[in-house]
């Protein structure tokens, strides 16, 4: 069976019955719960706040992964955690102290991610990555759900996989942003191993858990495929 993750991201589900939707996800094996915080200044778009991460805490035990695609992420980053967050997702851009940012996660006891924009290339992760649990390459711009699968970033998810291989084995890649069924295999061969989804699953008319499987069924046994020796990803247009 695949080790691939799935992280669905609650941006997409039916806030009116948010607690319900959560609950089909896990059934149907969801590994984390993707939650998208968005201040309408760092991305032009509103989400939600602590106060959903704590109702949340109350329907799941699966670990709630916060991306905060907000101007500072040190502002809130304990309110979140006192919500009952496990792990931060913050961002590359736009942050001056960002180890100082991942330090203080790391203090808070939460699991650590620095995400990069399709437009900011990995070697920007080269030293902080040993302090990382895990890299997100966003494969959309961050600020909205349902938008198309930018095809560039898949020889970036490469090189990302290639930086942690190198640097730090234990550290998850994660992809963010038009996974569906046709891309999912495509970012797993890659070298991603864990997949956010929001409108491919809480959009599927279908539901949740056919959803779910349909997208476990499209990676099937798809595996990382690393570049051949002598052609490194750096080099990949
Ligand atoms: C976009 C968010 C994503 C979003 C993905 O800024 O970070 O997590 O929910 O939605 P889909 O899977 O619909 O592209
Ligand atoms: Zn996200």
Redesign the pocket.
């Known amino acids: 069976m695949s080790t691939i993750k799935l992280a669905p991201?609650?941006?997409?589900a039916d806030f009116a019955r948010l607690g319900q939707q959560v609950t089909e996800a896990a059934q149907g094996g969801a590994d984390r719960i993707?939650v998208?915080v968005?201040d309408g200044h760092f991305?032009p778009?509103l989400t939600m706040g602590p106060a959903v991460v704590q109702s949340l805490r109350r329907v799941t035990d699966l670990p709630l992964e916060i991306?905060l695609?907000i101007s500072d992420p040190n502002l809130f980053l304990d309110e979140f955690a006192a919500a009952g967050s496990d792990s931060f997702l913050v961002h590359w851009e736009g942050n001056n102290n960002l180890h100082r940012t991942v330090q203080r996660i790391k203090r808070l006891g939460k699991r650590a991610t620095v995400a990069i924009n399709p437009a900011t290339p990995v070697a920007v992760l080269e030293e902080i990555v040993c302090d990382l649990d895990q890299v997100l390459v966003?494969?959309?711009?961050?600020?909205?759900?349902?938008?198309q699968?930018i095809g560039t970033t898949v020889p970036k998810i490469g090189r990302a996989r290639e930086l942690i291989e190198r640097r730090q084995p234990m550290c998850e890649v994660e992809v963010?942003?038009?996974?569906?069924a046709e891309t999912a295999p495509l970012v797993v061969r890659a070298g991603a191993t864990v997949l956010?989804?929001?409108?491919?699953?809480f959009?599927d008319h279908d539901g949740v858990t056919v959803a779910m499987s349909r997208l476990r069924t499209a990676i099937g046994n798809a595996k990382y495929e690393p570049e051949p020796a002598g052609r490194p990803a750096l080099q990949r247009s």
């Open positions: 991201s609650i941006l997409s993707h998208d968005m991305v778009n991306h695609m966003m494969t959309v711009n961050p600020g909205f759900g349902h938008q699968f963010d942003g038009g996974i569906d956010v989804a929001g409108s491919a699953i959009g």
